[in-house]
Every structure is written in C-alpha cells, then in structure tokens.
C-alpha cells in the first residue's frame, strides 16, 4: 500500500468535501472502514450530506498532520453490502452510541480515482499523484 493509504490509516478523521448546487460544503468525517483503494462512511438519511451526495456524488477528502497532507477524489457508491454495512456499525463505538441500529444509517463508499501525498518537510518537498482503478 502506498504512502497516502498508510498516512490515512492512522489519520481516520477527515475534512469531507461536498457540494449544495454550486456551493461547496465541508465536514469532518470518520473513515469507518478502508478497503483496498475504497474508504467506506456511515451517515443518517436525513442528513443533508446524504442528499448532497444523491445529487452530486463526486467528493474530495483531505487528511492532514504537521507537514504532511493527503488529499483524495473520487466518486461515492452507495452499493455496500448488508454484511459490511453490519460490520461498519459493530466496529465503531461512536455509531452504536449515536444510532439504534445498524439499519439506522445510510453506508456508502468511495473507490478513491486519485490522490495527492504532499510531504513538506524534505527540500524539495515531496509530491506525489497517483490515479486509482476501480
């Protein structure tokens, strides 16, 4: 796995990017699960994130500590499996603190399609892209 994965990892809190028409919104997000290239969330249907995200599902998430950042772009599927949504729900306290079930939440993913790893501490600073495959 490459460096963003493993800097995202460790950095499960995330500033969430989305859009309301032409107006860009953003959040802080947990990563509930990583897959691969695919990072996994939970959020309640009644949220307006969830309708943000059925009327625009391009997103962008940016990790950041001291001098390193991750940045990562794809397009949000809301096609996870019962099982896995299950084991989302059992595996992160925070949600059965704050939903009744499991059944409770909207689960959806995100195949990242690219990400920038930016490192500032080195002379020159180090830069990478890479682009993803579903």
Same mark, same amino acid.
């Given at each position: *796995?490459?460096?963003?994965?493993?800097?995202?990892?460790?950095?499960?809190?995330?500033?969430?990017?989305?859009? !309301?028409?032409?107006?860009?919104?953003?959040?802080?997000?947990?990563? *509930?699960?990583?897959?691969?290239?695919?990072?996994?969330? /939970?959020?309640? =249907?009644?949220?307006?994130?969830?309708?943000?995200? @059925?009327?625009?599902?391009?997103? !962008? %998430?940016l990790? *950041? !500590?001291?001098?390193?950042?991750?940045? *990562?772009?794809?397009?949000?599927?809301?096609?996870? =499996?019962?099982?896995?949504?299950?084991?989302?729900?059992?595996t992160? =306290?925070?949600l059965?603190?704050?939903? /009744?079930?499991? /059944?409770? %939440?909207?689960?959806?993913? %995100?195949?990242? /399609?690219?990400?920038?790893?930016?490192? %500032?501490?080195?002379?020159? =600073?180090?830069?990478?892209? @890479?682009?993803?495959?579903?």
């Open positions: *796995m490459e460096k963003a994965f493993r800097f995202l990892s460790s950095h499960r809190d995330v500033a969430f990017a989305t859009t !309301e028409g032409y107006v860009p919104k953003i959040r802080v997000f947990q990563v *509930m699960k990583q897959d691969g290239s695919a990072l996994y969330f /939970a959020t309640a =249907p009644h949220k307006e994130i969830y309708r943000q995200l @059925q009327a625009n599902p391009h997103v !962008e %998430l990790a *950041m !500590e001291g001098n390193i950042s991750v940045r *990562m772009g794809g397009t949000v599927r809301f096609d996870v =499996p019962d099982n896995v949504c299950r084991e989302i729900y059992e992160n =306290p925070v059965s603190r704050l939903y /009744a079930g499991y /059944a409770s %939440l909207v689960y959806f993913r %995100l195949p990242v /399609a690219w990400s920038d790893y930016f490192d %500032l501490t080195p002379t020159p =600073p180090t830069i990478e892209h @890479q682009t993803y495959g579903d």
